[in-house]
């Protein structure tokens, strides 16, 4: 039983748009969520985070969006540039382990 | 250079051998895991540590073990290794809930 799903495997942007990443999660008692990121034959690196008492968190050219009534999050990249082109994962702390998604390939092209 | 090392880098074993895989960090972190990476099914817990001398089981404990002797060695160790486990397996290590993950360790049971 997935508590963290990302249902798109993956996603193709063009260069300079917005690229949207989206997330669901089962267990309305989660209160902290991150974003990772996964370049081929490297670990995943912390990208932004968010807890439940926001709906909104802000890095740069990052933006996390929490709708707790939804159980859902998303990730928004504006500009999308294509050194962005990795896969991403969201995850969940669920009592200090880190539950993760499948992850979406994000691809962005010129 | 502070972080998290793994090893080995890669290892191809057969099947029924036994096998550790290390893991190191210098960040003086409490809490350590470990994950597999398979397609299509994200990054899932294998096990954990949240302080020296402690382990719990996480999503897929079967067939793994660990040991926390001290704060910066976590080993994963598979006592009679099978060809599902394998992965790309990466050890993690946090603080306060961001987890820094190693570079990995791609296994090939066969």
């Known amino acids: 039983d997935q508590q963290v799903k990302q249902n798109s495997p993956s996603l193709s942007v063009q260069e300079g748009r917005i690229s949207i990443l989206n997330c669901d999660y089962t267990?309305?008692?989660?209160?902290?969520f991150l974003w990772y990121k996964k370049y081929p034959a490297e670990g995943p690196t912390f990208l932004i985070s968010i807890s439940s008492i926001k709906d909104k968190n802000e890095d740069g050219r990052f933006t996390v969006f929490l709708n707790k009534s939804a159980k859902h999050l998303s990730l928004h990249i504006v500009p999308s540039q294509p050194g962005d082109s990795a896969v991403y994962f969201c995850?969940?702390?669920?009592?200090?382990?880190?539950?993760f998604g499948t992850g979406t390939r994000l691809q962005v092209f010129p | 250079i502070a972080g998290i090392t793994q090893a080995p880098t890669s290892q191809i074993l057969a099947a029924g051998r036994r096998m550790t895989l290390r893991c190191t960090q210098d960040m003086r972190h409490n809490a350590m895991y470990w994950y597999r990476q398979d397609l299509g099914l994200g990054l899932r817990l294998i096990h954990y540590?949240?302080?020296?001398?402690?382990?719990g089981k996480g999503e897929v404990p079967d067939g793994y073990s660990v040991s926390r002797a001290n704060t910066d060695d976590f080993p994963l160790t598979l006592a009679s290794a099978v060809p599902s486990q394998t992965s790309v397996y990466f050890c993690?290590?946090?603080?306060?809930?961001?987890?820094?993950f190693g570079p990995g360790t791609r296994l090939t049971v066969l």
């Open positions: 995850a969940i702390d669920n009592t200090d382990k880190l539950i």
């Open positions: 993690a290590s946090s603080q306060t809930g961001a987890g820094f």
């Open positions: 267990n309305s008692m989660f209160d902290y």
């Open positions: 540590s949240n302080t020296a001398g402690t382990t």
